[in-house]
């Protein structure tokens, strides 16, 4: 589990068609599309991804959970398989509303049993969030890289606000359209956010946060403007103390926050532990998308929490 895993340059993921496919209707009227994967009979993993994403770009991590669990994948409203819906709901807040209507059709439409929730970045907020309006609906809650920002007084509040104001404003700035999802992939090959990824993860983001246009070529599934509004909610809704993150179960994995170029998310991640005894994993060498720079080890990160909890037995 110390090593990383090996990179090979010709690989290339294919996202495994699902079982089941439902499209759910949000309360305001946007679609949420839920897919399942796996093994209908195992613990079953819900899994959402971080702003501005795909929880398709995340399949070197979830698909280590394919052979034994019952894995129930979502798209955040407005990204991935979803389609468009209006500017105005496209809260954290509302996403904690699909979250809860998205759990309580799984439940219903595959039936009762252990559900485990595992959110990265911006799904860490909503999961947060949605715990804080409809009390403890999963048996465990894994958060990964959460986002946060400590409130004014906190030593770590700038920084966390800082680096949302440059997402924030970058996010605005993005290119929207492409000739392919092979001209996104050449541009984040040559970002530093993407150094660390595994070999085909490039490519494989450049497709799950893409679409064909209306007008030719492909655009980006979630509106830049869209992404932009998120960036700036993150200390709205949550509070920063013992209650706010009192959900049972509750287990946090971090990117590295001891490294000399540490992402801000990791240091908030660091401080949950400290300040509030929450329990945080940090994996070394990675940054926020610490799910697909070392996907085999945060895999296992989580397999051992659940086993330490008796929810799970699986030896995928």
């Given at each position: 589990?110390?090593?990383?895993?090996?990179?090979?340059?010709?690989?290339?993921?294919?996202?495994?068609?699902?079982?089941?496919?439902?499209?759910?209707?949000?309360?305001d009227g946007a679609i949420i599309r839920v897919r399942r994967h796996g093994n209908p009979e195992g613990v079953r993993l819900v899994l959402s991804h971080g702003n501005g994403f795909a929880i398709d770009?995340?399949?070197?991590?979830?698909?280590?959970?394919?052979?034994?669990?019952?894995?129930?994948?979502?798209?955040?409203?407005?990204?991935?398989?979803?389609?468009?819906?209006?500017?105005?709901?496209?809260?954290?807040?509302?996403?904690?509303?699909?979250?809860?209507?998205?759990?309580?059709?799984?439940?219903?439409?595959?039936?009762?049993?252990?559900?485990?929730?595992?959110?990265?970045?911006?799904?860490?907020?909503?999961?947060?969030?949605?715990?804080?309006?409809?009390?403890?609906?999963?048996?465990?809650?894994?958060?990964?890289?959460?986002?946060?920002?400590?409130?004014?007084?906190?030593?770590?509040?700038?920084?966390?606000?800082?680096?949302?104001?440059?997402?924030?404003?970058?996010?605005?700035?993005?290119?929207?359209?492409?000739?392919?999802?092979?001209?996104?992939?050449?541009?984040?090959?040559?970002?530093?956010?993407?150094?660390?990824?595994?070999?085909?993860?490039?490519?494989?983001?450049?497709?799950?946060?893409?679409?064909?246009?209306?007008e030719g070529g492909y655009e980006l599934v979630c509106p830049p403007a869209f992404e932009s509004q998120i960036f700036g909610e993150s200390s709205g809704p949550i509070t920063w103390s013992v209650k706010?993150?009192?959900?049972?179960?509750?287990?946090?994995?971090?990117?590295?926050?001891?490294?000399?170029?540490?992402?801000?998310?990791?240091?908030?991640?660091?401080?949950?532990?400290?300040?509030?005894?929450?329990?945080?994993?940090?994996?070394?060498?990675?940054?926020?998308?610490?799910?697909?720079?070392?996907?085999?080890?945060?895999?296992?990160?989580?397999?051992?929490?659940?086993?330490?909890?008796?929810?799970?037995?699986?030896?995928?």
């Amino acid at each position: 589990m110390s090593a990383l895993e090996p990179a090979s340059p010709n690989v290339r993921f294919t996202v495994p068609a699902s079982h089941t496919v439902v499209d759910l209707k949000m309360s305001d009227g946007a679609i949420i599309r839920v897919r399942r994967h796996g093994n209908p009979e195992g613990v079953r993993l819900v899994l959402s991804h971080g702003n501005g994403f795909a929880i398709d770009a995340y399949y070197p991590f979830w698909r280590q959970f394919l052979t034994g669990h019952d894995v129930i994948l979502y798209d955040q409203r407005n990204h991935g398989w979803n389609p468009t819906h209006h500017r105005s709901g496209h809260t954290i807040a509302r996403m904690a509303e699909d979250m809860e209507a998205v759990l309580s059709a799984v439940t219903a439409g595959f039936g009762a049993r252990s559900t485990i929730g595992i959110f990265h970045s911006l799904s860490t907020l909503a999961g947060l969030v949605h715990y804080m309006q409809n009390g403890p609906r999963w048996d465990a809650l894994v958060l990964v890289d959460l986002p946060l920002t400590p409130p004014p007084g906190h030593r770590l509040h700038e920084l966390a606000r800082d680096f949302e104001i440059v997402l924030r404003d970058w996010a605005l700035q993005r290119t929207k359209h492409f000739s392919s999802p092979h001209e996104l992939a050449a541009y984040f090959k040559r970002t530093r956010r993407a150094r660390r990824w595994v070999a085909g993860a490039v490519d494989l983001m450049a497709q799950a946060i893409t679409r064909p246009a209306a007008e030719g070529g492909y655009e980006l599934v979630c509106p830049p403007a869209f992404e932009s509004q998120i960036f700036g909610e993150s200390s709205g809704p949550i509070t920063w103390s013992v209650k706010g993150f009192s959900a049972p179960n509750l287990f946090v994995v971090s990117s590295d926050y001891l490294a000399p170029d540490a992402d801000p998310q990791g240091k908030v991640c660091e401080a949950m532990a400290v300040e509030f005894g929450i329990p945080v994993v940090r994996i070394p060498e990675t940054g926020h998308l610490l799910q697909i720079e070392r996907p085999e080890f945060v895999a296992q990160v989580v397999r051992e929490y659940l086993y330490s909890l008796n929810l799970d037995r699986s030896k995928s």
